[in-house]
């Protein structure tokens, strides 16, 4: 899908409530950001953010981070939680490869909610849940690795199952039609779209006990 490039974007989104400008200079103080001991929640490529505030405001006990890398996109996410007062939820601009120099060892869960499925073979590695980013997860989770991940992409799905299966994770939940096996759900930009269409959403919960693997 192309995208849409939306003029000064990256000078408005400095006025976001929520937005954090210096990300990097956190690391490892993101407790102290939130002002609480509470666990934090990360979404990674967040879209416009109606998922992350809508789960921001119905769990005010958990912190949520939304992290997305294109300033025309995280905009919208900025304009909507402008409008709101929120004292569980931060916005950051980056790119998600550079994680690392984020979170150490502060992250509980990771949302990835219709990735990019960086179809060709030779991108394989570009992949959210391949074994690079997987790697560079261990680094940033808490304590126990737990990954809820949505996607329309059939061929990503399988692609991530068996990466998170040789990654040492656990399948604690699968299913390739959520909306039929669970109600009340909060629902992305994309997953709304895709329903319209008549598209099943594939979903998984994966968690691994500890943080980084000694043997990979």
């Not at 849409?4 to 990256?10: E, F, H, L, R, Y």
């Not at 992350?52 to 300033?71: C, Q, R, S, T, V």
């Amino acid at each position: 899908m192309r995208l849409k490039n939306i003029k000064g974007a990256a000078e408005k989104i400095k006025e976001g409530k929520y937005f954090i400008a210096n990300p990097y200079i956190l690391k490892g103080k993101w407790n102290e950001v939130f002002g609480n001991d509470n666990p934090i929640y990360l979404e990674i490529g967040m879209g416009k953010g109606n998922f992350i505030i809508a789960n921001a405001l119905k769990n005010p006990n958990i912190n949520y981070i939304g992290l997305e890398k294109y300033d025309s996109i995280i905009l919208r996410a900025i304009e909507k939680s402008n409008l709101l007062d929120i004292n569980n939820l931060y916005l950051i601009r980056m790119d998600a490869r550079l994680i690392e120099e984020v979170f150490d060892r502060e992250i509980d869960l990771i949302y990835l909610n219709f990735s990019d499925p960086w179809p060709k073979d030779r991108h394989a590695k570009r992949r959210l849940t391949s074994s690079v980013f997987l790697n560079r997860y261990d680094k940033i989770f808490k304590d126990d690795c737990h990954i809820i991940m949505k996607t329309d992409n059939t061929n990503l799905f399988t692609f991530s199952l068996e990466s998170l299966k040789a990654h040492h994770y656990h399948i604690d939940y699968v299913t390739d039609d959520l909306h039929k096996k669970k109600k009340d759900i909060i629902k992305t930009e994309y997953e709304e779209k895709f329903m319209n269409m008549g598209s099943k959403i594939n979903y998984l919960e994966a968690s691994k006990v500890g943080g980084k693997d000694e043997d990979i």
